[in-house]
């Protein structure tokens, strides 16, 4: 079956995650994505967090599985010869350089235009053109602090805190994916290509959206009702970390289940939904709340919220996360066990929807990946191996018409 991006032809320029995780959902879709990487060395991640000796890294295999590897010295006279062409031949070219090396390697905008005026530039920056840090360097974590997500997010009492979930890298590829369709349909209609940028703070701050409403909310009347602070603590005026507590209209909290004091993750999410207060008072076996004008409004349980959490917990004592989501799931009410990424690993629902997959590769034997988590009526998404440093690269230069004496040159040349 013929993929729905084949035909598309990606240098993919980009290393780390960020960057990376782009390409890799395009090329998972069907496009055939070029990663250029450096002789000799490739992708700093090929050798971060190595746990099997002489095999590429899963921090690289996890993010750069269905492409293909050319090495390419760039800075080499031959090889920029190499990028020359591939440029005219391609129709997306995809980096998360620093600030200013694809200038410095002599590969400019208006070059790049000059070479193919149908070329997609996409790029990945910590911060947006003409920001007064765009010349700063950035990674996940920076990026978090930077997009407002790290000031609202752990404990009142604690410091910022970074998020698990890369929102600064695998988030920003992924608003580049989006990035990039729409300026291929653009160019479909009218011929041009164009350059497409996303920087990681605002990437995060789309995703901070909510809290930007916070913000807003807290400068006009002075509290942020669905926060742990409000009626009991005290507010400043920026928005304050909030715990677990729900970010919209419906308080939540983490509630301890059975087995909490040795397992760190014997925990449920409890969304108390306006409109099941009934049902949630049934399963707890407190019908005595449903009616009771101290508890059967949302405005009237402010107030003591806490304490409600609490005859929770204790209904939760002598159930696991497993046993009281069985229950609870029958009555309606949004709520999840806490899962640990062991959990998820051997997870039959994840493994049977190919969320989670497990893939073979030459050197590292077999490993777990997570697969597209898009899924589609009429495209079935395979995952494969990561490429190899430079498995492709006399595949690649034939492809582009270098005989095998050229092909053998470069390799003289050390230009790939
Ligand atoms: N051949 C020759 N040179 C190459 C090359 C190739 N195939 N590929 C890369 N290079 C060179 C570049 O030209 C550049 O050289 P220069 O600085 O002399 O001009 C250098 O390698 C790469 O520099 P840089 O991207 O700045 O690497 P770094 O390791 O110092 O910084 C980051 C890494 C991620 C901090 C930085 O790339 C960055 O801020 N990227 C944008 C934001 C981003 O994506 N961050 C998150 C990544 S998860």
Redesign the pocket.
């Known amino acids: 079956m013929s993929q729905p991006l084949e035909g598309i032809k990606i240098i993919d320029?980009?290393?780390?995650?960020?960057?990376?995780?782009c390409t890799q959902l395009l090329a998972w879709f069907g496009a055939d994505v070029i990663k250029?990487?450096?002789?000799g060395a490739g992708d700093?991640t090929r050798n971060q967090l190595r746990h099997v000796e002489g095999a590429d890294a899963l921090y690289f295999t996890m993010l750069n599985s269905n492409k293909r590897s050319l090495?390419?010295?760039?800075?080499?006279k031959q090889?920029k010869e190499v990028l020359e062409k591939l440029i005219k031949e391609s129709d997306v070219m995809v980096e998360?350089?620093?600030?200013?090396?694809?200038?410095?390697?002599g590969f400019s905008w208006e070059k790049i235009q000059e070479l193919n005026p149908g070329m997609v530039l996409a790029?990945?920056?910590?911060f947006s053109d003409g920001h007064h840090y765009e010349d700063?360097?950035?990674?996940?974590n920076?990026?978090q602090c930077a997009g407002g997500a790290a000031s609202t997010t752990g404990f009142w009492d604690g410091p910022p805190t970074v998020s698990a979930a890369?929102l600064?890298?695998s988030n920003?590829g992924m608003h580049l994916a989006i990035g990039i369709l729409t300026a291929l349909r653009h160019k479909d209609k009218t011929g041009r290509g164009q350059k497409v940028a996303v920087?990681?703070q605002d990437a995060v701050i789309n995703l901070c959206r909510v809290k930007l409403r916070d913000q807003q909310r807290l400068d006009a009347i002075g509290y942020l009702e669905e926060y742990p602070q409000y009626p009991h603590g005290e507010f400043t005026d920026v928005v304050p970390r909030g715990g677990n507590a729900g970010g919209g209209g419906q308080p939540g909290w983490v509630l301890k289940c059975k087995g909490w004091e040795t397992d760190p993750n014997a925990y449920i999410y409890f969304t108390i939904q306006g409109h099941a207060w009934a049902p949630i008072c049934k399963a707890l076996g407190k019908e005595e709340w449903i009616d009771d004008p101290a508890y059967n409004t949302a405005r009237a349980r402010q107030d003591k919220i806490m304490d409600i959490f609490g005859t929770i917990e204790a209904w939760l004592a002598d159930k696991t996360k497993f046993e009281a989501v069985d229950i609870l799931r029958k009555f309606d009410i949004p709520c999840s066990p806490v899962l640990s990424m062991k959990e998820i690993s051997v997870d039959k629902s994840l493994r049977e929807s190919g969320t989670i997959t497990e893939v073979q590769h030459p050197k590292l034997g077999s490993y777990l990946t997570v697969g597209s988590p898009i899924k589609f009526s009429d495209l079935q998404v395979d995952i494969k191996a990561s490429p190899l440093l430079g498995e492709h690269t006399n595949e690649v230069l034939a492809g582009l018409g270098y005989n095998q004496q050229q092909i053998a040159e470069l390799h003289d040349a050390k230009a790939v």
């Open positions: 320029f980009t290393h780390v995650q960020a960057g990376p995780a250029v990487e450096r002789p700093v090495t390419l010295d760039t800075k080499t090889g998360n350089f620093g600030p200013g090396a694809l200038d410095r390697m790029s990945v920056k910590g700063l360097k950035v990674y996940e920076v990026a890369a600064g890298d920003t920087s990681m």
